[in-house]
T-cell receptor, first 112, second 113 residues
Framework: GENVEQHPSTLSVQEGDSAVIKCTYS??????FPWYKQELGKRPQLIID?????GEKKDQRIAVTLNKTAKHFSLHITETQPEDSAVYFC???????????FGSGTRLLVRP | GAGVSQSPRYKVAKRGQDVALRCDPI?????LFWYQQALGQGPEFLTY????????KSGLPSDRFFAERPEGSVSTLKIQRTQQEDSAVYLC???????????FGSGTRLTVV
């Protein structure tokens, strides 16, 4: 079955710097890759997603890149702000209405 | 409703007790998922419904776990004879037709003592 690995497990950056989180997946049939942000005690919230027919997607300070050949995808946050501090999860699926396989999460701390 | 609603928000159960967790998805969403999230971990898939049909229950950890969605809207996850290792946050998510992705509920935090 699908396996998703996520790195790093923790990431500390200075406010204004960029943050990059990387994930790899094992099932070449996966074609949908969302990223979720989860604040302590709250629900996971979808922040951006990408499908296998594109290589990059951007939404303001957040971007995601996908390399299907290497089976890895990355989340890029630019100009980080303290409110970006949270746990970020990547996930992989065979479609947006199929089960998601999540990575183990990255705890991002943005230092003011 | 405007979002995915789960109840109760918190549940403390004595070991051996049965519990029932409720999920009310976004109106009109055909797909409904249950996930289990242990402390400090990513959510793990439990089961999936499309309307009232349970299409995938491969993630249910044992036969003590049972889920239903009899009318294709509200879903209930039941755990019988709870054990300490069942302590986790149980998340429900729904999605509609098309490519909108999931919306998660706030979860039910189950503590088995």
């Amino acid at each position: 079955g699908e396996n998703v690995e996520q790195h790093p497990s923790t990431l500390s950056v200075q406010e204004g710097d960029s943050a990059v989180i990387k994930c790899t997946y094992s099932d070449s049939a996966s074609n949908y890759f969302p990223w979720y942000k989860q604040e302590l005690g709250k629900r996971p919230q979808l922040i951006i997603d990408i499908r296998s027919n594109v290589g990059e997607k951007k939404d303001q300070r957040i971007a995601v890149t996908l390399n299907k050949t290497a089976k890895h995808f990355s989340l890029h946050i630019t100009e980080t702000q303290p409110e970006d501090s949270a746990v970020y999860f990547c996930a992989a699926s065979k479609g947006s209405s199929y089960k998601l396989i999540f990575g183990s999460g990255t705890r991002l701390l943005v230092r003011p | 409703g405007a979002g995915v609603s789960q109840s109760p928000r918190y549940k403390v159960a004595k070991r051996g007790q049965d519990v029932a967790l409720r999920c009310d998805p976004i109106s009109g969403h055909v797909s409904l998922f249950w996930y289990q999230q242990a402390l400090g971990q990513g959510p793990e898939f439990l089961t999936y419904f499309q309307n009232e049909a349970q299409l995938d229950k491969s993630g249910l950890p044992s036969d003590r776990f049972f889920a239903e969605r009899p009318e294709g809207s509200v879903s209930t996850l039941k755990i019988q004879r709870t054990q300490q290792e069942d302590s986790a946050v149980y998340l429900c998510a729904s999605s509609g037709r098309g490519e909108g992705g999931y919306t998660f509920g706030s979860g039910t935090r189950l503590t088995v003592v």
